[in-house]
């Protein structure tokens, strides 16, 4: 079981960065693959950034060169670093956290949300 709250949200002009941090409970969270979906207004959940125990990356075409995803396991963090902040960058960011178990079936978990608005 993994409990997760994100931080670091707000309002911010078209150009500039934003940090999200991610912090989580419950479990060894090195195991766990962890990323950021974020959900626009009408629009489905989409895949923003994941990052895997080693540390390999991936991101959605939409944030390439200005999104960075990390994680810091010894404090059991994860963070998105947002920069060039476009206005359809706006959306409801959540945390995730994926467990592969040996039996290969997947749980995941879900943090509640940050509000991310890019607008002049």
């Known amino acids: 079981q993994v409990q997760l709250v994100e931080s670091g949200g707000g309002l911010v002009q078209p150009g500039g960065s934003l940090r999200l941090s991610c912090a989580a409970s419950g479990s060894i969270f090195s195991r766990y693959v962890m990323g950021w979906y974020r959900q626009a207004p009408g629009k489905q959940r989409d895949l923003v950034a994941v990052?895997?125990?080693?540390?390999?990356?991936n991101y959605a075409d939409s944030v390439k060169g200005r999104f960075t995803i990390s994680r810091d396991n010894a404090k059991n963090m994860v963070y998105l670093q947002m920069n060039s902040l476009k206005p359809e960058d706006t959306a409801v960011y959540y945390c995730?956290?994926?467990?592969?178990?040996?039996?290969?079936?997947?749980?995941?978990?879900w943090g509640q949300g940050t509000q991310v608005t890019v607008s002049s």
């Open positions: 995730n956290a994926r467990l592969d178990r040996v039996d290969y079936t997947v749980i995941n978990y």
């Open positions: 990052i895997t125990s080693n540390e390999r990356t």
